[in-house]
């Protein structure tokens, strides 16, 4: 093969490869997929973040367990709180369980974030204890909400903050045995 | 027994106590390390776990330890966290279609490239072939491009043990050498520049070298160096036939510069220094012919054609182009 | 006032740039073209006045400016004030352009009328300038005003500098992790000058190719060129890791990042070029393969630039994503597709008849280095590309971590190693087994005899054997060789070993880097090979606490409050053997929005001790301890290999010395 020959190929490869990264310029970035779903999730007792005592993250009585984890650093989770603790209000006495976990977060910065955007007696709010959470959920970013079942089966996860209507219409799909996968909102905050 | 002999003697003996310190090394693994290196840090950018400083790192690495404390193996700890954050947290490429392309990539090119260059020689050298390769994964990539690349040092090496056929070594006496030709570029500019000056040489033997050393530069194409050198003769008294050379060297590289006017001057000069300069008459040949002056050519390849220091594979052309220029 | 003269500065210097780059390129036609004085003046007085101005801007805290409110505060320390100016997107954008300028006032001195080549080449140069002037007038414009304050820094701001401005009374200030050290100061203009240096052989091969001139003028006229811009980028690429190794406290220099990669690309190209262009001039081979390296060569400092600012990596280098990006990343193909397809077209010209006599010989063992080098690039780029690929074509995110490259670049860096040895004492066209034998024997008995004596010293590490062996083996033959000439002459050894250097540069100063390889080499073998890490240690306040071979005591907290930050440490005492090693003082430096955990340092001729602060209260701290063996290396090493490159850098003019 001439070698003018082999570099009009090498010019097209690399101009391919260029279209690649062309195309990757305006990328969404999005948290990998849970391989959790499908799957019972994990058992943990974390400790009450403001209280003593600790609390499972899946009790084995809920008709469906939201567990969301949070931090006060992190921006989309200032805007989801209070429609999480609104969705608490409304869906807890209905045998919806909330569960909030502190994650990667000063004790101090938490509860100041809690006097700002709210608190619900109907969500249990846990710190993160050395991570473990964090680390069996298979975290990537924050704002996550992972969806169990009954049978404490994890059936669905959103990254990025979730809306009260979203919340309400996936824990409705939850409770018709729907699996209702992976969601992302687009707005993972990253960081630490 | 000679000194070179206790040499190698020495050499084997230590060769010999360098492969027992080999075979006794146990090279001391953190196996936690090692894991931390091969799983990326979920929140940072682009940091392992090992790297990274962060809080969850820190967790990770503590989770670590505890499952390799628990009987984990380093594959199972691996799995342990792709079972939870899926095959993104891994840092290792895994090992599907792209993955192996990316592992034996190298290899591709090494085999290419030895391909490539063993065409470069002149004449055609032995053929040599790359192993296909038969077991996957990072192994086989150390080994493989071990392999190709030894091969290469291996040919390298192997062809210099062979003594060659024509020229007298060197005797390591480096501002002594028997052999211009087999003595480096850097060595011989060396060699020239410590003679200057010393009374036992004469200028016209360091023309000799210099000539030796332009010769080398003019045929690489590297006509700056070789024109430094040529006007370094031309100013230390030359025979001349030397000056001669130099001149018609330099005529030539004038020519090549576009400055022909010039280069006609210098090529004549030449002539004028020395008449038996067929190389130069030649030059002045194409320099004339160049410019459609073929009358004035006729004489000077007719002297060509008688001079039997012409090479004969040149006399066909040199009939052609006396051909051109009567015509 | 400063936004409307940086304007204006930034489009003379824009303006300089076109003139050069259609004059320059006229030549290309035949037509003679007169002094680039001229436009090249501009062009460097335009990039040196708007350098001036972002520097004025920021030493007087101009918050009218968008990139000053935003970069630096009052409180920053004048060093960083100072640095601030190449600290970010735009302001590096324009350190490059002042480079670029620099680059060409000075090539223009040396090109004369009727110097086709050179006026080309400056022609070339001028398009690069049109491209990067070109994005600070536009995307990546350094000199925007204000428009819309925040509290704190810049919210909104216009490229027309009169458009009304609004300064905001206290600016962000930079990134804590850009003014925590001087080399961070340093780092970036080194980095800089090697990669625009660069351009000047890639400037002259595209004008020879152009010119269809393809015999070794260009190379020959820009070798000092290529070594200066390669001495610079090593001197670059090791600060940015000793940077990381005293502020990261991640105990590391190297971690195949992204953007370190980026850099050492064109690194390895640039060195493979150094190599075979000495081939090309000496034995008039390779002349198409010095073309194709110098292409790669260019091509991969915008490639690395265009990672760095485009945000399609992620990585700790990372600028923010901008519109820099698909600029760059356009500026890139044309550079592939202009360069290669000019070689292509022009490859013809090139039909070099093999005229390699023997692979035994120098050049057969500068054609090894070329192909490892190759490869490596290779490898490293693959390793580099490969994550977004794999995103692009399935979707899927997946990282490659040091493993890979470390588990690729091993084996390679360990046969170069061993070339390394053979090549540089093999003579040119060919050699023969006494002539090597008398060369290699005696450092290959040194070699082995040092790996002997390390493994009868208790050296179990067998990476740090095999490095050891082939690092001596790669140190020792040009200084047998040097000692032998030497002792040849009639001066003193002394003296005439000092001759010897003196006079042949070009080769001594590539034994010297080939030095400092072998150094460095040992320097990582020791740092990354043997090093013991032990975590999480608590250390209760006056109790000596045994770890990792020495005893460490917590002794005394201090603080430190400025400005800018809080910073907490201890003083930790560090013995072994029961001989005082030294103090070392970890700290943890809050910044309010960042805390960054400085290590403690303590170096030494056989190892470093490296404690990196966790928490610290009152009565007791939790450190992370590493041992780094010979890590000084490292540094001493690569500045070895600059050096080698300075030393070089100085031949031709000593060949007239020897000459006259």
Not at chain 2, 229 to 242: I, K, N, W
Not at chain 3, 359 to 378: K, P
Not at chain 3, 396 to 416: Q, R, Y
């Amino acid at each position: 093969m001439k070698a003018s020959t082999i570099t009009w190929i090498v010019i097209g490869i690399v101009v391919v490869l260029a279209g690649f990264f062309a195309g990757r310029l305006d990328l969404i970035e999005t948290v990998p997929d849970s391989p959790l779903i499908g799957s019972t999730a994990p058992d943990l007792e974390l400790p009450f973040l403001e209280s003593d005592g600790t609390a499972p993250l899946y009790d084995g009585a809920a008709e469906v367990t939201v567990i969301s984890f949070w931090a006060s650093w992190c921006e989309p989770c200032k805007a989801e709180h209070p429609d999480l603790v609104r969705a608490a209000e409304s869906l807890g006495p209905d045998g919806v369980r909330f569960v909030a976990v502190d994650s990667q977060d000063p004790e101090r910065s938490a509860i100041a974030f809690l006097d700002e955007y709210g608190r619900s007696d109907h969500q249990e709010v846990v710190a993160d204890e050395d991570n473990r959470a964090s680390i069996e959920f298979g975290i990537w970013g924050l704002p996550e909400t992972f969806f169990l079942d009954a049978d404490g089966v994890v059936v669905g996860k959103v990254s990025g903050g979730v809306d009260f209507v979203t919340l309400v219409d996936l824990v409705g799909q939850v409770r018709e045995g729907v699996e209702i996968g992976e969601t992302s909102t687009g707005d993972v905050f990253q960081g630490g | 027994m000679t000194a070179r002999r206790w040499q190698w003697l020495a050499l084997a003996g230590l060769a010999l106590v360098l492969v027992w310190g080999l075979v006794v090394a146990d090279a001391p693994a953190d196996p936690a390390l090692a894991v931390a290196e091969a799983i990326s840090c979920p929140v940072c950018d682009g940091e392992s776990v090992a790297a990274s400083q962060s809080e969850i790192a820190e967790s990770m690495y503590a989770q670590i330890g505890t499952l390799l404390d628990a009987g984990y193996t380093e594959r199972e700890t691996l799995e342990w966290f792709e079972a939870r954050y899926g095959p993104e947290i891994l840092l290792e490429p895994p090992l599907d279609v792209g993955g192996i392309l990316l592992w034996t990539l190298p290899l591709l090119i090494a085999a290419g490239g030895v391909i490539v260059i063993l065409r470069l020689r002149r004449p055609v050298a032995a053929e040599v072939t790359a192993e296909p390769p038969t077991r996957s994964g990072r192994s086989l990539l150390g080994i493989g491009i071990s392999a190709v690349v030894l091969v290469g040092v291996a040919f390298a090496l192997g062809s210099f043990l062979e003594p060659r056929a024509d020229g007298s070594p060197i005797t390591g006496q480096f501002d002594a050498p028997t052999d211009l030709e087999s003595v480096s570029d850097e060595t011989l500019a060396l060699t020239i520049a410590s003679f200057e000056g010393d009374p036992d040489v004469s200028p016209q033997q360091l023309n000799g070298m210099r000539l030796a050393l332009a010769e080398r530069y003019f045929e690489a194409g590297d006509y700056r160096s070789a024109t430094e050198e040529f006007t370094t003769v031309l100013e230390s008294e030359p025979t001349p036939a030397q000056a001669s050379e130099a001149l018609g060297r330099v005529g030539w590289i004038l020519y090549v510069n576009g400055e022909s006017a010039a280069a006609e001057e210098a090529l004549g000069q030449a002539l004028d220094t020395f008449d038996g300069n067929g190389e130069a008459r030649y030059f002045l040949v194409l320099v004339l012919m160049e410019q459609d002056r073929g009358s004035e050519a006729v004489p000077l390849l007719e002297a060509l054609l008688d001079d039997p220091s012409v090479p004969a594979d040149l006399q066909p052309d040199l009939l052609a182009m006396l051909e051109a220029a009567k015509a | 006032m400063i936004a409307v003269l940086g304007t204006v500065a930034v489009l003379v210097a824009l303006a300089g740039a076109i003139w050069l780059a259609v004059a320059g390129l006229s030549a290309v036609s035949g037509r003679t073209v007169p002094s680039l004085r001229t436009p090249a003046g501009l062009l460097f007085g335009g990039s040196v006045a708007g350098m001036g101005l972002l520097e004025v801007g920021l030493l007087t805290d101009d918050f009218s400016i968008a990139y000053i409110a935003n970069h630096s505060s009052t409180s920053t320390p004048l060093l960083f004030k100072f640095a601030s100016a190449w600290g970010a997107l735009e302001g590096s954008i324009l350190l490059w352009g002042l480079v670029l300028g620099l680059l060409a006032w000075l090539l223009q001195r040396r090109v004369g009328e009727g110097d086709r080549l050179g006026t080309v080449a400056l022609g070339v140069i001028g398009v690069v300038s049109v491209f990067f002037f070109g994005m600070m007038a536009s995307v990546a414009n350094p000199f925007e005003v204000c428009t819309s304050a925040g509290t704190v820094g810049c919210l909104e701001s216009s490229a027309w500098p009169f458009a009304g401005s609004a300064a905001p009374g206290e600016g962000r200030g930079p990134n804590p992790l850009l003014q925590n050290h001087i080399l961070m100061a340093i780092h970036p203009p080194m980095l800089y000058l090697g990669y625009v240096g660069l351009t000047a052989p890639f400037a002259f091969a595209i004008s020879a190719l152009l010119l269809a001139q393809p015999g070794a003028a260009w190379a020959a006229r820009t070798r000092r060129w290529t070594l200066a811009a390669w001495a610079f980028l090593t001197v670059g690429i090791l600060l940015g890791g000793w940077w990381s190794y005293e502020v990261l406290g991640w105990g590391g220099y190297w971690g195949w990042d992204p953007v370190e990669n980026a850099s050492f690309l064109p690194w390895l190209t640039a060195t493979a070029f150094l190599h075979s262009v000495v081939v090309q001039l000496r034995r008039g081979v390779l002349q198409s393969w010095n073309f194709v390296l110098v292409i790669a060569t260019f091509a991969l400092t915008i490639f690395g630039t265009f990672l760095t600012r485009s945000g399609s990596i992620t990585s700790v280098h990372s600028f923010t994503q901008s519109a820099v990006g698909p600029l760059l990343l356009g500026f890139f193909v044309l550079v592939v597709v202009a360069g290669l397809g000019l070689f292509a077209s022009r490859a013809h010209l090139m039909a070099e008849r093999p005229r390699v006599e023997s692979f035994a010989s120098r050049e057969g063992a500068i054609l090894l280095n070329n192909l490892l080098m190759t490869v490596w690039t290779a490898t490293v780029l693959v390793g580099t590309v490969y994550p977004i690929l794999v995103e692009a074509l399935t979707g899927s995110t997946i990282g490659i971590g040091a493993g890979f490259f470390e588990a690729t670049s091993g084996p390679i860096a360990l046969v170069l190693l061993l070339a390394i040895g053979v090549g540089q004492v093999t003579p040119w066209k060919a050699s023969n087994r006494d002539v090597m034998i008398e060369r290699l024997l005696v450092p290959a008995l040194i070699a082995v005899a040092a790996g002997a004596l390390a493994a009868i010293l208790g050296l179990r590490d067998r990476a740090a054997l095999v490095v050891l062996v082939l690092a001596v083996f790669a140190a020792t033959p040009p200084i047998v060789l040097l000692v032998r000439q030497a002792a040849a002459r009639p001066e003193s050894l002394g003296s005439g070993m000092r001759l010897l250097v003196m006079n042949d540069r070009g080769y001594w100063g590539g034994m010297l880097s080939h030095l400092g390889v072998a150094v460095l080499a040992l320097g990582i073998a020791g740092s990354a090979g043997m090093a013991i890490h032990a975590d999480d240690i608590t250390l209760p306040i006056d109790e000596p606490v045994p770890v990792a071979g020495h005893v460490i005591e917590y002794q005394s907290g201090f603080t430190d409050t400025d400005d800018q930050r809080r910073v907490v440490g201890a003083n930790i005492e560090v013995t072994r053997s029961s001989a005082t090693v030294g103090t070392a003082r970890p700290a943890l430096q809050d910044y309010g929005t960042q805390v960054i955990a400085t290590p403690g340092v303590l170096t030494g001729p056989v190892r470093d001790v490296f404690i990196v602060l966790r928490s610290i209260d009152s009565a007791q701290v939790v450190v992370d301890v590493s041992v780094f063996p010979l890590q000084w290396m490292v540094w001493v090493g690569g500045f070895l290999v600059a050096a080698g490159g300075a030393w070089s850098f100085t031949a031709r003019r000593s060949r007239r010395e020897v000459a006259a």
